[in-house]
């Protein structure tokens, strides 16, 4: 499904990602771990075609399409959603207003026919529920004076409407106080399934306790260090990264 | 290709609307001088003392000088090059009906998506279709004068009901007022005339189309809006203009009276010829524009939606005379390419608890200039005015700029004054975030600007709301990054 193969990644010049190697299988959770400044949040951007990275050696294939040569919005007809870590606010446009116009747009690249006001009604009330925003929460700006937790349920939210096969969530945890945090975890729940693939980018195992990985990879200094199953994302919560730092000898 | 030429390319988009009607036009020549005016003013048949108050104006206007204090640069025009009539040929037999309108004419206002037959049927708005000087179109005029409503070319009016014209022409902007007034006073050509007799609400939004299509021919449209006491009118004017490459010079003068509980909602949709991507050519659009609220409890209100033009000066203006009036200032202006626009309002309030609101969103592209200028002024006996200002600026891109010039006077210590102005730039992070959610990056420039504009779109009457929207689509296709 995703696979990213040395890749390498540099910011003005300054190599970032450093030989990135990540094969994930349809309808698979992979939680990405690593201190501060590791490149995680460059990864994420990256896969989702943010300008202002130069990529310098490797690929990313998905579905055996060729992200790096896709922009942006190509990438998202193609299922790409990235769940951003600071969701933006655009005033005036109305949040709802924006999920319809990316959803026929994705609709209209597949060939298919565009929702009408009525039947997109109906599918954005019941995924609101799913992470319980009410409906006038749906009518306001984007992101229009939304608290943070009310950002980080919208991007969810929005994920279940786009109905993605390849999520990333960019740090949805951070900033979240336990309510929000197990709200947001039960929307990622139910929206996971066997064509769906799920990335997330996360500092803390505290949220994986509420979603739980199939695979958990430790990014530090450009490069994936470790790679486990959950027990390892239980020993980096009680040790640090500097044990795993030390074993791969960088 | 990378972002920033993106923009370059959207914003570079051509002029949709350029093209030329070839109709005989009966032009007079180039040049100004008592003679010219003279002539005008017997081609339309006017009395005498019409004629003398087009000779006050231009013996006033021999005295002043262009206004330079608007933040625009243009090489100085020759007024002596400038022909100061022109009418189509087919208005001297007067058409009856659409089936008498030149084909040709009606051709260009389809190009422009103006067809009148359907506004007439569809969306019953009647139109006094403005094409070069002379109106050669009035509909649904019947309907109008069932309910006592005027509405006709000001030609007309002044022949029809020289006692109403000769009472309120000049009454609001006086023929001394400025420059480009003075000027339009001197020369004006037509323009629209309408009166709302007492207690009446018009039962349609009045629409007048204009449209500038002789090449080298100043336009200089007057109108004229009186709404009696407690009468009700929506007057909407919109307009396009053919590509060519002088520059134009466009000095119109509107003028709106309203008396004791009237209300006058004045929109415009105004996409003339902006100049090419180098800034050759262009409308220069030298406005005069304001709004007596003479009466007590009347309400005037602007609502502008500016894309057009190479040059804009122009400030729809309220004098809130009446206690407890209102004025209401509403405005989108977006420049690109060398577009340049001054604009902003004036509202002075000389009666008791006036309010006014003003809502300027300016939205500057490629290398546009953009400057919102605004004058609140609040009169000694003003007790318990208050005004809300707010103007926001959009950039796009980085070669354009942005400028705000408020001034406040305030001689009265009852007011409540509230100012709030912002500048930004469209972000990467808003594109990028629209992007990822699937939408393309010129779509998701207009659905940024859009709800840039959105608080002054939504004072536009509903159709021209549609119109606005596709407007700010068409002008921006292609603009960011």
Known sequence: MLKIDDLHVAVDGKEILKGIDLHIGAGEVHAIMGPNGSGKSTLANVIAGRDGYEITAGSIRFHNNDLLEMNPEERAWAGVFLAFQYPVEIPGVNNVYLLKAGLNARRKAAGLSELDAIEFMQLVREKARLVELDDAFLSRGVNEGFSGGEKKRNEIFQMAVLEPTLAILDETDSGLDIDALRVVAKGVNALRSAERSIVMVTHYQRLLDYIEPDAVHVLADGRILKSGDKHLALELEKRGYDWVREEANV | MSENTQVEDLVGKQYEAGFVTDIEQETLPPGLNEDVIRHISAKKDEPEWLLD?????????????????????????????????????????????????????????????????????????????????????????????????????????????????????GSVVPTTDNFYAALNSAVFTDGSFVFIPKGVRCPMELSTYFRINAANTGQFERTLIIAEEGSHVSYLEGCTAPQRDENQLHAAVVELVALDDAQIKYSTVQNWYPGDENGVGGIYNFVTKRGDCRGARSRISWTQVETGSAITWKYPSCILRGDDSVGEFYSVALTKMHQQADTGTKMVHLGKNTTSTIISKGIAAGFGQQSYRGLVHIGKNADGARNHTQCDSLLLGSNCGAHTFPYVEVKNPTATMEHEATTSKIGDDQLFYCRQRGISEEDAVNLIVNGFCKDVFNNLPMEFAVEANRLMEVSLEGAVG
């Open chain 2, 53 to 169: 108050w087009r000779l006050a104006a231009f013996e006033h206007w021999k005295t002043m000088s262009e206004p330079n204090w608007a933040h625009v640069k243009f090489s100085a025009i020759d007024y002596q090059a400038i022909s100061y009539f022109s009418a189509p040929k087919s208005s001297e037999d007067g058409p009856k009906s659409l089936d008498e309108v030149d084909p040709k004419l009606l051709e260009t206002y389809k190009k422009l998506g103006i067809p009148l037959h359907e506004q007439e049927m569809l969306a019953g708005v009647a139109v006094d279709a403005i094409f070069d000087s002379v109106s050669v179109a009035t509909t649904f005029k019947g309907k109008l004068k069932d309910a006592g409503v005027i509405f006709c070319p000001i030609s007309e009016a002044v022949r029809d009901y020289p006692e109403l014209v000769r009472k309120y022409l």
